[in-house]
Structures are given as structure tokens and as C-alpha cells.
């Protein structure tokens, strides 16, 4: 009588059986437990709390994407280009064909850095072999990091070319990039679901993002107020703001390089399927963030 007066959900604990049959034959949801029956109205006004969210926020929705006819993933120079492209901050970077190449990308990457960006001051480059044929470049040893003289980075090039043609790999030049600081290392990676359409996923970065997850998904339209409150509940969500000394994150700055990145693959246009782009380093507050490493898989036609 009370959920039909009201309007309002209603379930019920009961452990007897013959009690909870009482309660289904008139249409109510039974648990065996209170804890299991508030659990489920948790869940039920969780959802439509972020039902409401998603009906009056302003981003448009995206049209479901019709099945590709193939996909292949970009190079991470590619990669990067493609997000830049987008507005995403990406770490300045060349790709080198031979090692006097990259002796000269030392000064040129590690010049183009702003004043208050993450990096900025750091002379320091990592050379790592650029291949749309392999996507974890350290486990196949071709990535060398905190170079600073153009001996060592010439002599990284070479190195990294001969680990490549021993591993059979074949290289589309070898990148050379400015070594990025910042306060955390964070990622965002997006694909297009076949049920759900485009689907964010933003979390904690770095090398252990497979082995120790923690991340969050968010379901389009993508905002920066969605992907920020996605954030929030991690469990590194208290580091954002600052914790013993450390200044705040620039949240800010990574939403919106997220929101970008959600809206290249919502946009049916680039024919991006796919995007990981782990890590992006964030700075304090007012200093931006930057994409690190990066890859895009797009559709070809067969």
C-alpha cells in the first residue's frame, strides 16, 4: 500500500521464505538481509542520480558508430599528432631517422617547453623507438630515459635501432622527447563500446596501471565536471588536492585533456575506435598537464 500511495521504491528484508513470498506476490523485491535490500537502493538511486546528470548537462550524444571495416594503431608520433590535433597538451618530441637527428632534437625538444608547464627547465630527453608495430616499448627494450648530452643520445639511437632489428621490429623512426616532471602520473584511455557507444575511462597512471587498477569509467556526453566528479572516486582521490605538503593537482587541466580525447572518438568523422594515453603527467595547479605516450587506433578500409 505504501509504494502505491507514494510512488516511492520499495523493497524488503525478509529471511523467512514463506514471509518474502508474502511480500513478491504483490510486486515487491525481497532480500534475505536489510543490508542487501539497502545495497539495492543504493545501486537504484545511484543510477538515477546519474540518469538525471546525464539529461540536463548540455554535451550532445554521440550517434552509434557502424561496425569498422578494420583497425590499426597509429605510431605513438602519429598518436600524439592526432591528440594535439584536439587540443590535448602533448610533450614536445621529434622523430629522428638517423642519430645526427637526433643530436639536434636535444636542444630543439627541450626548448619548447613554457615557463610554469610540467617540465619546464629540464633538460633532459628520453629516446625511445617509434613502431605502430609495438605497443610496450620498454618490455621490448627500446626506451632510454634521462639523457642530457648529444653523445649519449645519438648513441641511445643507434642502440635502439639495433635492439629493434634483433627483436625483428620494425621502427618508423626513433622519437626523441623532453623528460616531463610533474606531482602524478595519470591516464585516460577511450573506445568505442558496441553496447554503450563511446566509453571514457580515467585513473591513476604509469607503468602498474594493469597490475594495480585504479580507475573509473564514465559514459558519454563527456564533460569536465563528469570526468572530474569519475575522479573523485578513487582511491588516489584525496592526492588531487594535496596531501603533507604537496600542492594541488591542476584537475582542471586534465579533465579538459580528457573531455578532448572523449570527444575524438565520439566523433565519427576521425574514425578513431580507440585511445590510451598513459601517462599524462599533471602538475600543480595553474601548470597544465602533458601526454607523455599515446596510442590511436583508427579505422582502414579492407
Known amino acids: 500500500r505504501f509504494e502505491a500511495d507514494t510512488g516511492k521504491p520499495l523493497v524488503a528484508a525478509a529471511p523467512q521464505r514463506s514471509v518474502a513470498e508474502r511480500f513478491e506476490a504483490h510486486g515487491v523485491i525481497t532480500f534475505p538481509t536489510e543490508s542487501e535490500a539497502i545495497r539495492a537502493l543504493g545501486q537504484f538511486l545511484a543510477h538515477a542520480e546519474r540518469a538525471q546528470r546525464a539529461r540536463i548537462e548540455d554535451a550532445p550524444r554521440p550517434e552509434r558508430r557502424a561496425a569498422p571495416a578494420g583497425v590499426r594503431m597509429l605510431d605513438e608520433a602519429s598518436s600524439l599528432r592526432v591528440l594535439a590535433e584536439r587540443g590535448v597538451p602533448v610533450v614536445p618530441h621529434r ?29 633532459r630527453v628520453v629516446v625511445k623507438g617509434c613502431s605502430a608495430h609495438v605497443a ?36 618508423d623512426g626513433v622519437i626523441v622527447a623532453q623528460m616531463v616532471r610533474g606531482l602524478r602520473e595519470l591516464m585516460v584511455g577511450a573506445h568505442v563500446d558496441p553496447t554503450f557507444g563511446p566509453v571514457l575511462v580515467v585513473g591513476d597512471g604509469g607503468k602498474y596501471v594493469e597490475v594495480m587498477p585504479d580507475v573509473a569509467t564514465v559514459l558519454a556526453p563527456f564533460t569536465p ?12 582521490a584525496p592526492l588531487l588536492d594535496g596531501v603533507r605538503g604537496d600542492p594541488p593537482m591542476d584537475v582542471a ?10 570527444a575524438l572518438v565520439t566523433d565519427r568523422s ?32 579492407l
Open 95 to 123: 622523430v629522428c631517422k638517423s642519430g645526427a637527428e637526433a643530436r639536434e632534437a636535444l636542444d630543439a625538444v627541450c626548448a619548447h617547453v613554457p615557463p610554469g608547464a610540467p617540465g619546464h627547465g629540464d633538460a
Open 270 to 301: 576521425t574514425g578513431v575506435t580507440a585511445v590510451d594515453v598513459n601517462p599524462v603527467i599533471v602538475g600543480a595547479r595553474g601548470e597544465g598537464c602533458v601526454a607523455v605516450d599515446a596510442a590511436v587506433w583508427r579505422e582502414i578500409a
Open 225 to 236: 565536471a563528469r570526468i572530474e566528479r569519475a575522479l573523485r572516486r578513487l582511491r588516489i
Open 253 to 262: 587541466a586534465f579533465c579538459r585533456a580528457a573531455a578532448a580525447v572523449g
Open 136 to 171: 610496450h616499448k620498454s618490455e621490448l627494450g627500446i626506451v632510454r630515459i634521462g639523457l642530457d648530452s648529444a653523445e649519449r643520445v645519438e648513441a641511445a639511437y643507434r642502440d635502439i635501432v639495433e635492439t629493434a632489428a634483433r627483436a625483428r621490429a620494425a621502427l
